[in-house]
């Protein structure tokens, strides 16, 4: 969760894609990083970066510098948006979930024909994750 305000102070005007199993997770984390960002602590340290004024949601908001952020679930709506930073935690619920090859099947056919191709030049790519599955996202297929 402090990660997108982190690289949001250090480079406010990239574009940051925050990915979990489902939305809900998503917009929770999507709403404690614009804590974090507004808090004064984080003021103290990134004092020129702050929120858009342009029209913010939950799943999308802007710093004033351009810089975005995007949160979606696994298979969930980032059509047309790039990222610079993507970030994807915890892409399965839980074990059972994981033991489904059809989810995980799911979440590789997303990642590669979605996620993966959405990609900035020199992007970053940050995968975290419970190892349920030696063949979840993480594993080496």
């Given at each position: 969760?402090?990660?997108?305000?982190?690289i949001l102070g250090r480079y406010p005007s990239s574009q940051v894609l925050t990915v979990s199993y489902g939305?809900?997770?998503?917009?929770?984390?999507?709403r404690e990083a614009k804590v974090i960002l507004t808090g004064q602590k984080y003021q103290d340290i990134f004092p020129e970066v702050s929120l858009s004024r342009t029209p913010n949601s939950v799943d999308e908001w802007m710093t004033a510098s351009g810089g975005i952020y995007k949160c979606a679930g696994v298979r969930g709506g980032i059509?047309?948006?790039?990222?610079?930073?993507?970030?994807?935690?915890?892409?399965?619920k839980n074990r059972m979930?994981?033991?489904?090859t059809t989810i995980r099947q799911g979440v590789w056919d997303w990642y590669t024909s979605t996620f993966y191709t959405r990609q900035q030049p020199e992007a970053r790519i940050l995968i975290t994750q419970?190892?349920?599955h030696e063949d979840d996202l993480a594993g080496d297929d």
């Open positions: 969760r402090r990660l997108p305000a982190y939305q809900g997770l998503a917009n929770s984390m999507s059509t047309g948006r790039g990222f610079d930073f993507g970030i994807i935690d915890d892409p399965v979930e994981a033991e489904s419970t190892r349920w």
